[in-house]
């Protein structure tokens, strides 16, 4: 193998590629990226088995090959490179990659790549055209309501259902519920519902930046994987076996009080009100208080730590329905505000004993269900 590319492009390249390889596994391999001719360009790729993530990059082709390279080590080397023109070229005897740019010489030793596991092929006329920006958004909505308890590895993964135009996907981890639905720009012939490990889909938010690539889905007969397509990348990840939990009877279908305040105002406070709670229990107080015919409502967050002290804040809210008093954990209320892009939202409580639904005020396809906290004293 000998060839030459622009050190922006294969810095690019491993950056996307190097969140695949797996630093702890038994096999040396996966420690190493799989570099590759592929007709006139150069085809780098990592796995840790559950995970694999292959980026294209342009390059002049000298001489056909490919061969793995420790990820860590030609990273970092890379990053170094001050010249704009990277010269690579293959020893295959030795399995020594000699790597060229400017005044610096490298020689790093590598691992024959057929030892690398085989990545899939994707069938091109057999995938779902999927809106990177609805996409990206849903995944941002609903990935971090994902447990990261190995215990029930179904937890970990995001629900991916599509059944005509509408593509929803669902995310929790016993204590809260992230719901987010969108349309398809066409219907699809047969209904599909996976599970998704939620790292991978966060990985496939990270990889596309560009709002205009065109994306594509495919789930290949048999094999347990779902494969994502891009241009110039392709992320493949295992799916979850198993039954997802039937979310909708979790969703409250009525409550006694709506209170619809300002984002920014409630993230604000749940911020504040985390600096203390985080101390304790991570317990936030929410005091949702009705106003008069010539006074707004009131809703006061606050946060306790016996070490640190306490901490509220008022902020006027639009309130139908009794006054409450109820408790969430802090961080989740902070990470779900986080992911809201309307500059209001709705609370929706029934008691202190029963979930909370926190709705974007004026979109209807996210909704997020989390469970309350013991109030104490």
């Not at 088995?49 to 080590?73: D, F, H, M, N, Y």
């Not at 229990?281 to 306790?304: C, F, T």
């Not at 909370?356 to 979109?363: D, F, S, W």
């Amino acid at each position: 193998m000998k060839v030459t590319v622009l050190q922006e492009n294969l810095t690019h390249g491993l950056n996307v590629v190097s969140r695949a390889v797996s630093p702890r596994s038994t096999l040396p391999v996966l420690a190493n990226v799989l570099v590759a001719t592929d007709e006139s360009r150069l085809r780098l790729s990592a796995t840790n088995l559950e995970l694999g993530i292959t980026c294209w990059i342009g390059a002049k082709i000298e001489e056909e090959g490919s061969t793995t390279v420790p990820a860590r080590t030609f990273t970092e080397l890379v990053s170094t490179l001050t010249d704009q023109q990277v010269e690579m070229n293959l020893s295959v005897r030795t399995q020594t990659l000699n790597v060229h740019g400017g005044s610096s010489n490298t020689d790093l030793k590598c691992i024959d790549s057929q030892e690398f596991p085989p990545m899939p092929v994707v069938d091109t006329d057999d995938g779902i055209s999927l809106n990177v920006s609805d996409l990206r958004e849903m995944i941002r909505q609903v990935a971090f309501a994902a447990s990261s308890d190995e215990a029930r590895p179904i937890l970990t993964g995001v629900l991916f259902t599509v059944s005509g135009e509408q593509i929803t996907m669902a995310a929790a981890d016993g204590f809260r519920l992230s719901v987010r639905k969108a349309e398809l720009s066409s219907p699809i012939a047969r209904p599909i519902s996976v599970v998704i490990p939620a790292r991978a889909l966060n990985e496939l938010a990270r990889i596309i930046t560009d709002k205009d690539q065109s994306l594509t889905m495919h789930l290949p007969s048999g094999r347990g994987q779902v494969i994502f397509r891009m241009k110039d990348t392709e992320l493949v990840s295992q799916l979850i076996e198993g039954s997802f939990p039937d979310y909708e009877q979790i969703i409250p279908r009525s409550s006694e009080t709506r209170t619809v305040l300002s984002t920014s105002a409630f993230l604000k406070a749940c911020k504040q009100a985390e600096i203390f709670a985080r101390e304790g229990s991570n317990i936030a107080r929410i005091h949702i208080q009705p106003g008069g015919e010539m006074k707004p409502g009131l809703v006061e967050i606050s946060g306790q730590s016996e070490e640190t002290g306490f901490n509220q804040t008022s902020v006027d809210a639009s309130i139908e329905g009794k006054e409450t008093l109820i408790a969430f954990n802090v961080r989740f209320l902070r990470e779900v505000l986080d992911v809201i892009t309307t500059p209001n939202v709705a609370l929706e409580t029934t008691k202190e004993t029963s979930p909370g639904v926190l709705r974007p005020v004026g979109e209807d396809g996210f909704v997020h269900v989390i469970m309350p906290m013991h109030l104490g004293n």
